[in-house]
């Protein structure tokens, strides 16, 4: 099993920075691959970025491409979304996900992951 934790949300103004983080336990995650979901009130869950299986490839929608960047710390256990130029449309719950099974072509469907955390509250007001 394993446990994903995530931290770092907040309440910021538009044009702000913020860092959020996920920590992994519970097993090693060599070979999953791993990334960031967001939901929005009223709204599904939506991919955000994510590393592959591998980590030697990483993925952005396209709402988020140029101002997010995806990174980890592997000794740690550790993810980041490191999240530039935020806008009110960024407002959401942001999800930390892991999945053994994902492919290239699953990387951005929710149902592809087997793992997800509570999730951390990211505000941004205009």
């Known amino acids: 099993q394993v446990q994903l934790v995530e931290s770092g949300g907040g309440t910021v103004q538009a044009g702000d920075s913020l860092r959020v983080s996920c920590v992994a336990s519970?097993?090693?995650?060599?070979?999953?691959?791993m990334g960031w979901f967001r939901q929005a009130p009223g709204k599904e869950r939506e991919f955000v970025a994510a590393?592959?299986?591998?980590?030697?490839?990483?993925y952005y929608s396209d709402s988020v491409k140029g101002r997010f960047s995806i990174s980890r710390d592997t000794g740690k256990n550790t993810m980041y979304l490191q999240m530039n130029n935020l806008k009110p449309e960024d407002t959401a719950v942001y999800h930390c996900v892991a999945g053994r099974g994902v492919i290239t072509s699953s990387i951005t469907s929710r149902t592809a992951y087997d793992f997800w955390g509570q999730g951390t509250q990211v505000t941004v007001s205009s």
């Open positions: 590393f592959s299986r591998t980590g030697g490839y990483t």
């Open positions: 519970g097993r090693t995650l060599s070979g999953y691959a």
